[in-house]
């Protein structure tokens, strides 16, 4: 008797055999490179920012801006847009097939890892449409995308335990970073037959550095959510750009906000080497 296909089946076997074809790696890998500029470039401003040598504190938005301000802005911009849209593809098929883990018991941490993810890819398509915007002269929005999503949110019934638990959970994101960058078991994402061990060396300091950084400023965005929610007040929300300017307030604060910068630009160029050798499709 011969098996039915299910319908995830139906939906999986396209994704597989797109994601196959030599190009769907290569603009994986782009992907992984544009997106280590665009955090190269919002660590290196916080470390001017922190340092007191220009600079500002940003989110990924403001570093296409940087980008786009350039000389021949326009055109890295495009291939920066690429290159995320890249990322985006990437996100869909890790979504859909978890290759990273294909042939495991699925489970809870599974399924939180797929959801995860989503979630990425979301946010990579909003920032690819914003990168199109740039290109195009219209600037994106000029609004704060985290609070308006916040004041929807708490708008809506049960708003408050929604913004909490969005919170809460940013909170679990920020700290699962940490933990991870601790274990260092990313490593084992790398070709490592193809790295030196001076190469692998790095790649794992300079990971452990960029996750921890990362894992702090989504913790401290997780907070001003709850923050946001005890007080019922959007405005209390603040975006990734307005966390690292929250670090720069704090005692020790231009120290504080230049050790994440240092992290942050460190995460940059973890991901090119990510771009480099990372296991793309297990």
């Known amino acids: 008797m011969t098996r039915r296909n299910s319908p995830t ?10 994601s196959s074809h030599p190009w769907f790696e290569r603009l994986a890998r782009l992907g992984y490179a544009a997106k280590g500029l665009v955090y190269f470039i919002i660590g290196f401003l916080a470390a001017q920012a922190a340092f007191g040598s220009g600079g500002k504190t940003t989110d990924t938005k403001g570093a296409l801006t940087t980008i786009v301000s350039q000389p021949f802005g326009k055109f890295l911009l495009f291939l920066v847009t690429i290159g995320i849209v890249g990322y985006v593809l990437l996100r869909i098929v890790q979504t859909i097939l978890d290759p990273e883990h294909a042939g495991e018991k699925m489970d809870a941490k599974r399924i939180a890892t797929r959801i995860g993810y989503a979630f990425s890819g979301l946010a990579y398509a909003g920032l690819a449409v914003t990168a199109v915007k740039l290109m195009l002269g219209s600037g994106g929005s000029s609004g704060n995308s985290t609070q308006d999503w916040t004041a929807w949110f708490l708008s809506q019934p049960f708003g408050q335990w929604l913004v909490g ?11 699962s970073y940490i933990y ?4 260092g078991k990313f490593r084992h994402n790398f070709k490592l037959h193809q790295m030196s061990q001076n190469e692998q060396t790095w790649a794992v300091r300079l990971g452990r550095l960029g996750i921890a950084a990362r894992g702090i400023v989504f913790s401290i965005i997780g907070v001003f959510l709850i923050q946001a929610a005890k007080q019922s007040d959007a405005s209390e929300a603040k975006g990734f750009g307005e966390a690292l300017a929250s670090l720069q307030q704090q005692p020790f604060g231009p120290w504080i906000l230049g050790l994440v910068a240092l992290g942050l630009i460190s995460y940059g160029i973890y991901s090119v080497i990510e771009a480099r050798y990372r296991q793309i499709l297990h």
């Open 9 to 18: 089946d139906s939906i999986k076997e396209p994704v597989r055999r797109a």
């Open 165 to 175: 638990l969005g919170g809460a959970v940013t909170i679990g994101i920020g700290f």
């Open 180 to 183: 991870k960058a601790f274990k």
